[in-house]
């Protein structure tokens, strides 16, 4: 890939088509109080199927449960600067989640994370523990982890983009941003989707401090404008053939 210069701040986003976050039944499937670090009561009723599963000869209770957290993105993304010899662009976590995010709707539960989730086992299609997803940064585990909380935001359409790093810009030469050149993007494809007939993307960008970019509004706003134009003129014309 050859890239122009992008200018700071960089993010890292993937994006998803045909993916129907906003289907009812997928929407409810979770437990709230589970998420807010209540782990003594059993799973909501909301979660089911996904609400136990049989491991290990036994049955346990899944954290967390439900559809919304099993189907979790899950691919890992390396992207390196091709020079000789290739430079790893540093992409770091953080900024994808409000802080009211973590104090109030997702928590942990006290104590050891490892020790709380004893006697729970990990959604089915999980491959690593709720307390081991980021090794990096013991902060960024269990029901607080960022990705977790960023996935578990329903999108209210079925194709989207969800925030996924950013670049680190203290490190050279990346302080001013993305220098322009070729780029090689190797990823660690563990998330299918064609089994939904979907597609996934993966997008840098610069947002302005509006935000990032976002056609589906543009689109939106201009339809209303226009609907609203359109209402005004015919309000006149039935006030003044009235009048």
Avoid at 130 to 152: T, V
Avoid at 158 to 186: A, C, I, W
Avoid at 204 to 215: E, F, I, V
Wanted: hydrophobic share 35%; proline share 8%; charged share 20%.
């Amino acid at each position: 890939m050859e890239y122009q210069h992008f200018p700071k701040n960089v993010y890292v986003y993937y994006a998803l088509e045909n993916f129907h976050q906003n289907h009812r039944l997928f929407v409810i499937s979770r437990d709230d109080g589970q998420l807010r670090g209540n782990v003594e009561k059993t799973p909501s009723p909301r979660c089911r199927p996904l609400d136990y599963v049989y491991r290990d000869n036994q049955t346990l209770p899944i954290a967390p449960c439900g559809l919304i957290a099993n189907a979790i993105f899950n691919d890992t993304f390396h992207l390196y600067q091709q020079q000789t010899p290739h430079r790893s662009v540093p992409l770091i976590g953080g900024g994808s989640v409000w802080p009211h995010e973590r104090k109030l709707k997702f928590r942990n539960p006290p104590g050891d994370l490892r020790e709380a989730l004893t006697n729970f086992s990990r959604p089915p299609s999980w491959s690593r523990e709720l307390w081991e997803l980021d090794a990096q940064n013991p902060d960024n585990n269990g029901f607080q982890n960022e990705d977790l909380i960023n996935w578990m935001r329903s999108a209210a359409l079925p194709s989207f983009r969800k925030q996924h790093r950013r670049v680190d810009h203290s490190v050279t030469p990346y302080e001013d941003g993305m220098p322009s050149g070729n780029y090689s993007l190797h990823i660690l494809y563990t998330y299918p989707v064609t089994t939904f007939g979907g597609r996934k993307s993966f997008v840098l960008s610069s947002p302005s401090w509006m935000g990032a970019r976002n056609p589906f509004m543009g689109y939106l706003f201009l339809a209303v404008g226009t609907l609203k134009l359109i209402l005004s003129c015919a309000l006149f014309a039935v006030s003044f053939y009235w009048r």
